[in-house]
């Protein structure tokens, strides 16, 4: 009953077009104030326990250093580099816009900031090649979700501070299906670029493609300094996650010269402004999750699921469902935010690996990204392309299908997942 209560009154405050951070507070506060008995001081020891956590100072660093490089030209260089490789085959724009997707997800570890360095600079010039715009749209859209789930990724960090799960275990487990995932859209990209006979680059020579590595080759060394530093136990994810922001500072800065010292503070402050509303999101998630286990409604689902001989394959099925819906309104981090606490529980009394679970919620939150009528990316890709959402839907369908396909087979075959952290032994 309680937990009907719960949701019903964040459901209510959520539809009023209130932020969810605030709704997510307001739900806690009227329920700890009117139905319940618990101390306030245990409330607040559990606040401040709660976001007392060293990865959670991984998440202000990873959003400065993807700001600095969305704004210091690294998108431009790696745009190059990705069309000079596979610029000349069918859609072959289109493909680079895969492929540099992916690798400035390996950097920024945001999607929306993925979208729009990429598709602010590529959509034109997909546009003047000839392509249709809803065919560029629907890659940029579809594949700058991989800004999640190739790591670093903030909302991997969101999911370690719900659940305590090892973020650099999470943060190699994503590597394998992102790779996987670019390469399920750049299938989809090249089938209906041959399809329809979009035009196709002329072939760069070696000497072209190893001069377009040479400029990209500072932004891209960001990849090894946050993996190898995480996997050679040089440093934790969160000192990754500092030293990644000072590097892009410098690449921006000093090497590349896109940005000037005067353009330093505006990117501190969107970077601040930004990292204070996930910490305020996580606050308020921390007092929900604390109210959610004090009511005991993760382990009465778990016994209900059990008691009803709902095995894991049913179970995924319904976490796939649920994250789905919330995909419509809820931007990822709340998500996470909100459901890890209550479906981990229940995973963990199914056996299901920790990690494994976490890569399933990031794939759905991409999907949920890509999908209407609200995903966020299908916004910021309103914005740059001057589209509607329900042109933008008919859009990005092929892809869309191709990452439902992709998420089901990460549902129900773990090894996907967990085989790389395992081999090395993060597991």
Same mark, same amino acid.
């Given at each position: 009953?309680? %937990?009907?209560?719960?949701?019903? +009154?964040?459901?209510?405050?959520? /539809? ?30 559990? /606040?401040?326990t ?7 100072? &991984? ?9 600095f490089?969305?704004? *210091?030209?690294?998108? #431009? ?7 000079s ?5 069918y ?25 729009? &360095?990429?598709? !602010? ?6 546009? #003047? ?13 579809? !594949? ?13 960090v ?7 799960? !090892? ?10 299906? *992102? ?40 932004? +891209? ?23 990644? =922001? ?24 969107? !970077? ?26 993760p382990? %009465?689902?778990?016994?209900?699921? /059990?008691?009803?001989?709902? *095995? ?27 459901? =890890? ?8 009394? +199914? ?10 919620m990031?794939?759905n ?38 990452? +439902? ?13 967990i ?5 090395? *032994?993060?597991?």
């Amino acid at each position: 009953m309680n %937990a009907l209560v719960i949701f019903g +009154l964040l459901a209510v405050l959520m /539809l009023t077009g209130m932020p969810i951070s605030i709704s997510l507070g307001l739900t806690v506060l009227t329920f700890l104030f009117t139905m319940t008995q618990v101390p306030l001081e245990s409330v607040a020891l559990k /606040l401040f326990t709660g976001i007392e956590k060293f990865e959670i100072m &991984a998440i202000p660093f990873f959003i400065l250093a993807g700001n600095f490089l969305t704004h *210091g030209g690294v998108a #431009k260089r790696m745009i190059n580099f990705a069309t000079s490789m596979v610029g000349h085959w069918y859609g072959g724009l289109g493909l680079a816009g895969v492929m540099a997707c992916a690798l400035f997800a390996a950097v920024s570890g945001s999607s929306p900031a993925t979208v729009v &360095a990429i598709g !602010s600079i590529l959509l034109p010039a997909m546009v #003047k090649a000839g392509f249709p715009n809803k065919f560029g749209a629907g890659v940029i859209s579809t !594949s700058g979700a991989l800004g999640i789930l190739i790591p670093p990724s903030i909302v991997m960090v969101m999911y370690s501070v719900a659940t305590n799960t !090892s973020v650099g275990a999470l943060f190699m487990a994503g590597v394998i299906p *992102g790779i996987m995932l670019a390469c399920v859209l750049g299938g989809v990209t090249w089938y209906r670029a041959k399809k329809f006979n979009y035009p196709r680059q002329p072939k760069a020579s070696w000497k072209e493609r190893f001069d377009a590595f040479r400029k990209s080759a500072w932004g +891209l060394f960001l990849i090894v300094v946050v993996m190898g530093g995480i996997y050679s136990g040089m440093f934790t994810p969160t000192e990754a996650a500092a030293m990644s =922001a000072v590097y892009a500072f410098v690449v921006a800065v000093f090497i590349y010269k896109d940005m000037s010292l005067k353009d330093v503070p505006k990117v501190l402050l969107n !970077s601040a402004n930004m990292s204070a509303m996930l910490l305020y999101i996580i606050t308020n998630a921390v007092l929900f999750s604390f109210i959610m286990t004090n009511e005991n409604i993760p382990q %009465a689902l778990a016994d209900w699921m /059990l008691g009803n001989g709902l *095995g894991v394959i049913t179970f995924l099925l319904a976490v796939n469902i649920i994250l789905l819906l919330a995909g419509n309104f809820m931007e990822p981090s709340s998500i996470v935010l909100i459901f =890890a606490p209550i479906l981990f529980p229940v995973a963990m009394k +199914l056996g299901i690996d920790p990690v494994h679970f976490g890569i399933i919620m990031v794939v759905n939150m991409e999907v949920g990204m890509c999908h209407p009528p609200v995903g966020l990316n299908l916004y910021v890709a309103s914005g740059i392309t001057k589209m509607g959402i329900t042109e933008l839907t008919v859009a990005v369908w092929p892809w869309l299908l191709s990452m +439902l396909c992709f998420l089901a087979l990460v549902t129900y075959v773990p090894e996907i997942s967990i085989w790389l952290p395992r081999t090395l *032994g993060m597991m």
